[in-house]
């Protein structure tokens, strides 16, 4: 309940930012997601091309 009172405290702004800064995370886990899936998938391919 706290928390929200502190929210509600809160300018805009600030909750604007907020959610920009937890989008770019979001972005930055889901290009790491995406790399790792890449980097299996060449792995995959780099064992089937060596059997």
């Known amino acids: 309940e706290d928390r929200l ?3 509600g ?3 805009t702004r600030e909750r604007r930012a907020d959610k920009e800064r937890g ?3 979001e972005k930055v886990r ?6 790792k899936k890449r ?5 995959r391919e780099n ?4 059997k």
């Not at 889901?30 to 790399?35: A, D, F, L, Q």
């Not at 980097?39 to 792995?43: A, L």
């Open 23 to 25: 989008s770019e995370r």
């Open 5 to 7: 009172k502190i929210e």
């Open 30 to 35: 889901i290009r790491e997601e995406s790399e």
């Open 39 to 43: 980097k299996r998938e060449r792995e």
């Open 9 to 11: 405290r809160k300018g």
């Open 47 to 50: 064992q089937n091309v060596l």
